[in-house]
C-alpha cells in the first residue's frame, strides 16, 4: 500500500489528520513510525511557509509524500495575536496546561463587546522531489470568559473557544461527526487538498514506493 507521512509532533494533530485522510487508500505513517528525530525550525513569518518548509524537509528525508500543517488562534481584540506564535506565545514553547493558564488570564481581560476570534490553518502536502501544494481552512468563534473543563492533547485553546452557532465549545467531545467536518479549519483545509493527493495516489506514487 501507498504510504504517506504526517509530519508533526503533535498528538491531537496526528490522530485529526489520520481521521480526515481515512478514506485514501494509503498508510498513514507517523515521524516515529518512520524513525525520524529532526526537527524543523519553523521561522517563517507566515503559517504558510512553516507549513511547507515542514512539509518539504520531512518529505526528502523520509522520501515519502507528506502533509504538514501551520496555524493559530487570531483574536480581534489583540490584533491577532497570539497567531503564528500560538504554541510560543510565552516566549518558549510552552505546554498546553501553561498556555490554558495564560489564556485564562487574557480572557478575563478582553472586552465583552469583542471577543471574537478564530482558528486558521494551512495544511501543505509534499513531495520528495519538491513539488508542493498548500490551502487554508478557519474557523470563527469566541474567547469564552471561563474554559471547559478539561484538555484535549495538543488543543490547549480549544477549552476557550466557543462556537455561538451551535452554542457549544470547539472541543472534540462536545461536537457531534457531522459538526466536527463543518467547523473544523483542519478538515476543511486538508478535503480541499484530498483531489490532489488523489491524483498523485493513481498516477505518482509508483515512483515513491522503494521506502518498505
Given at each position: 500500500?501507498?504510504?504517506?507521512?504526517?509530519a508533526?509532533?503533535n498528538?491531537?494533530?496526528?490522530?485529526?489528520?489520520?481521521?480526515?485522510?481515512s478514506d485514501?487508500?494509503?498508510?498513514v505513517?507517523?515521524?516515529?513510525?518512520?524513525?525520524?528525530?529532526e526537527?524543523?525550525?519553523?521561522?517563517?513569518?507566515t503559517?504558510k511557509?512553516n507549513?511547507?518548509?515542514?512539509?518539504?524537509f520531512?518529505?526528502?528525508?523520509?522520501?515519502l509524500?507528506a502533509?504538514a500543517?501551520?496555524g493559530?488562534?487570531?483574536?480581534?481584540?489583540?490584533n491577532?495575536?497570539?497567531g503564528?506564535k500560538?504554541?510560543?506565545?510565552?516566549?518558549?514553547?510552552?505546554?498546553?496546561e501553561e498556555?490554558?493558564?495564560?489564556?485564562?488570564?487574557?480572557s478575563k481581560e478582553?472586552p465583552?463587546?469583542n471577543?471574537?476570534?478564530?482558528?486558521?490553518?494551512v495544511?501543505?502536502?509534499a513531495?520528495p522531489?519538491?513539488?508542493?501544494?498548500s490551502s487554508?481552512?478557519l474557523?470563527k468563534?469566541?474567547i469564552?470568559k471561563?474554559?471547559?473543563?478539561?484538555?484535549?492533547?495538543?488543543?490547549?485553546?480549544?477549552?476557550?473557544?466557543f462556537?455561538?452557532?451551535?452554542?457549544?465549545?470547539?472541543?472534540e467531545?462536545?461536537?457531534?461527526e457531522?459538526?466536527k467536518?463543518?467547523y473544523?479549519?483542519?478538515?476543511?483545509?486538508?478535503?480541499?487538498?484530498i483531489?490532489?493527493?488523489?491524483?498523485?495516489?493513481?498516477?505518482?506514487?509508483?515512483?515513491?514506493?522503494?521506502i518498505?
Amino acid at each position: 500500500m501507498n504510504k504517506l507521512l504526517l509530519a508533526t509532533w503533535n498528538i491531537g494533530k496526528i490522530k485529526e489528520l489520520s481521521e480526515f485522510l481515512s478514506d485514501l487508500p494509503v498508510q498513514v505513517l507517523s515521524l516515529k513510525d518512520v524513525y525520524i528525530t529532526e526537527e524543523v525550525e519553523e521561522n517563517g513569518k507566515t503559517y504558510k511557509e512553516n507549513s511547507q518548509k515542514k512539509a518539504l524537509f520531512y518529505a526528502r528525508c523520509s522520501s515519502l509524500p507528506a502533509i504538514a500543517d501551520d496555524g493559530g488562534l487570531e483574536i480581534d481584540a489583540l490584533n491577532g495575536e497570539p497567531g503564528i506564535k500560538s504554541r510560543r506565545w510565552l516566549g518558549y514553547d510552552a505546554t498546553d496546561e501553561e498556555l490554558i493558564k495564560h489564556l485564562k488570564k487574557i480572557s478575563k481581560e478582553l472586552p465583552d463587546n469583542n471577543r471574537n476570534a478564530k482558528f486558521k490553518t494551512v495544511v501543505s502536502f509534499a513531495l520528495p522531489n519538491g513539488k508542493v501544494w498548500s490551502s487554508t481552512g478557519l474557523v470563527k468563534g469566541v474567547i469564552a470568559k471561563k474554559p471547559l473543563v478539561g484538555l484535549s492533547e495538543g488543543y490547549p485553546y480549544r477549552s476557550f473557544f466557543f462556537l455561538p452557532d451551535l452554542n457549544k465549545y470547539y472541543f472534540e467531545r462536545q461536537l457531534s461527526e457531522e459538526e466536527k467536518k463543518l467547523y473544523n479549519h483542519r478538515y476543511k483545509a486538508v478535503r480541499k487538498l484530498i483531489p490532489i493527493i488523489s491524483r498523485v495516489i493513481l498516477n505518482s506514487f509508483q515512483d515513491l514506493n522503494s521506502i518498505e
